[in-house]
């Protein structure tokens, strides 16, 4: 079993910048294979920044040059950066694992820009 545990969210103003934090606990084996969504009212989840398999990182186009996933081992912490936010990204943000047949979602935080 694993849990996630988001936390670093809250209002800021555009052009502004958060660092989110995923805890990760219980049997979770590598910080590969975890990743960062997001979910607007009215739209669909949508993974944002993420490490593949192999640890590589990939961005949405949507946040490529503003957001950056990085991650702390020794914590068991995925992070992701959050800089030149615009009203575009208020969504509440999840945090992602997939381990072996199954798939992990932390509970969310929520990310509001304002003009």
């Known amino acids: 079993q694993v849990q996630l545990v988001e936390s670093g969210g809250g209002l800021v103003q555009t052009g502004g910048s958060l660092r989110l934090s995923c805890a990760a606990s219980?049997?979770?084996?590598?910080?590969?294979?975890m990743a960062w969504g997001r979910q607007a009212p009215g739209k669909q989840r949508e993974l944002v920044a993420i490490f593949t398999s192999g640890g590589t990182t990939n961005y949405a186009d949507s946040v490529k040059g503003r957001f950056t996933i990085s991650r702390d081992n020794a914590k068991n912490t995925v992070y992701l950066q959050m800089n030149s936010l615009k009203p575009e990204d208020t969504a509440v943000y999840y945090c992602y694992k997939d381990q072996g047949s199954l798939r992990y979602w932390g509970q969310g935080t929520q990310v509001t820009v304002s003009s």
């Open positions: 219980g049997r979770i084996y590598s910080l590969n294979s």
